[in-house]
Nanobody, 125 residues
Framework: QVQLVESGGGLVQAGGSLRLSCAAS????????MGWFRQAPGKEREFVAA????????YYPDSVKGRFTISRDNAKNTVYLQMNSLKPEDTAVYYC??????????????????WGQGTQVTVSS
């Protein structure tokens, strides 16, 4: 069983930065990829970023490209999301997720097998 625990959320002014962390625990943790998603009130959960665990290849939607950076520390079983130039529309609960078996659809929610509990990010204008 894999457990994912997010941290680092909070309240920040527009234009500010936050760094989210997601620590994974569980025997023989070896995902194909790790992803970050977010869900704002009244909206569907959406893809934010993904990184392949061994190759380090990253993927972003246009809405965050150039502002957000995903990275991972394999030795610590931890994935990070550095968020810069934050906007009020980035306000949401942010979730990390682990994809155990490879699929090419890193943006696709069903591709992920384990999810964290989420951390709130609020960006004030």
């Amino acid at each position: 069983q894999v457990q994912l625990v997010e941290s680092g959320g909070g309240l920040v002014q527009a234009g500010g930065s936050l760094r989210l962390s997601c620590a994974a625990s569980g025997r023989s943790f070896s995902p194909a990829a790790m992803g970050w998603f977010r869900q704002a009130p009244g909206k569907e959960r959406e893809f934010v970023a993904a990184v392949t665990w061994y190759g380090g290849r990253t993927y972003y939607p246009d809405s965050v490209k150039g502002r957000f950076t995903i990275s991972r520390d394999n030795a610590k079983n931890t994935v990070y999301l550095q968020m810069n130039s934050l906007k009020p529309e980035d306000t949401a609960v942010y979730y990390c997720a682990a994809e155990i078996d490879y699929t090419p659809n890193y943006y696709h929610i069903p591709a992920y097998d384990y999810w964290g509990q989420g951390t709130q990010v609020t960006v004030s204008s």
